[in-house]
């Protein structure tokens, strides 16, 4: 007889002919979202208006705005966090038809979220302290046993609890910023390097990880809950309700984050406070609803894609990126890092709007195209490994008995 080469605790990694194409699609397409929310963030040297914008924008920066605000801004989130919930119960799933019992899955899926704060601990306090992967892996840990083994009921109630809660958070987020505050965050202005990673690891501690996991845990609990229902899986199953939420999801987010658009593209002046706040309110229920919308029309399009008789090239290359999204995701990190911030070539200082937009849709590219050779080449992401033999140990191999 011989040794196993894998365990029910570790079957091995999914093979990627026999991953779902929707929610690969999905994450390639999200980290666009995700560069293009980030990268603004790392501008400093001018005043901020609502959401840490700039003011005194030019037309190309108004145009940048409008659109990021209205397609962009607080919708690549609650997709990010649609996209891990459906992977947490795609994981549990995978380990659940190899023999493990719920509550080893439940430990497995909180040993892997402690893991991802240590990671995204790491990319905090060095790089970019706006980081997601140390919340996710939080709210992997408190939210375990419920993704895993949690009724349709706890999670549809987190969901919205989560939606309530996110909404009164973020109401003020369009209120102008006292003081001449001229970085959304206070690291990215700071020429000393040691200096300006102190400060990162505050920012990451209270923005990078607290603040967002309040922000995002809804999302994870609705992504849980359509991942139970397969509805990227088997998208074909589910086509016009896709359909409706695609459609109903990012006409909302469209229309619900013009107020708010509109303030940070300078279009709308000093508006009441009391419609300010009310437009940071309708800009967060807008952006889950945007994150729907995405999400169902990337299965839209991997029913599109299954009709024709496969991904082309650049779909090829979208899957690619999204089965890589955290190698990808800290890649982008590395790019911006190594041009932005004071403490590196200090390129964000009072950058426009529009140059770093193209900077976040160019670094964008370049890692689809590698994630698309990387796969072509049969590598796996580098991140995605790490993460793997931190969360089952290295992989054995068959011993003679």
Known sequence: MTAAASSPTDPGATPTIARSLAPDLARGGMLLLIALANVHVYVYGHPLGPRGYPTALDSADQAVALLQMTLVDGRAYPLFGLLFGYGIVQLAWRRSAVGLPAPAVTKLVRRRGAWMIVIGLAHGVLLWPGDIIGCYGLLAVLMAGMLVRGTDRALITTAIVGVVVVTLLNAGSGVPMPGEQNSFLPSMSIENPLAAMAVRSVEWLGIGLLFQSIGVFAAVALGAWAARRRLLDEPERHRPLLVRLAVAGIAAAVVLGLPMA?????????????????????????????????????????????????????????????????????????????????????????????????????????????????ERAGYRGPAEILLRRLTYGPRRTPQPA
């Open 262 to 374: 509109l303030m940070a593209a300078e279009l709308w002046t000093a508006p009441p406070i009391g419609l300010i706040v009310l437009a940071g309110a309708l800009h967060t229920v807008g952006g889950y609803a945007g994150g729907i919308g995405y999400a169902a029309a990337f299965g839209l399009l991997a029913i599109r894609l299954a009709q024709r008789g496969g991904p082309g090239p650049v779909a090829h290359a979208l899957q690619a990126c999204g089965q890589r999204s955290l190698s990808c995701y800290l890649a982008q990190s590395v790019a911006f890092v190594a041009l932005l911030p004071a403490w590196t070539l200090g390129l964000g200082n009072d950058a426009h709007l529009w140059q770093t937009a193209l900077l976040a849709i160019g670094t964008w590219l370049v890692i689809l195209l590698v994630a698309d050779a990387s």
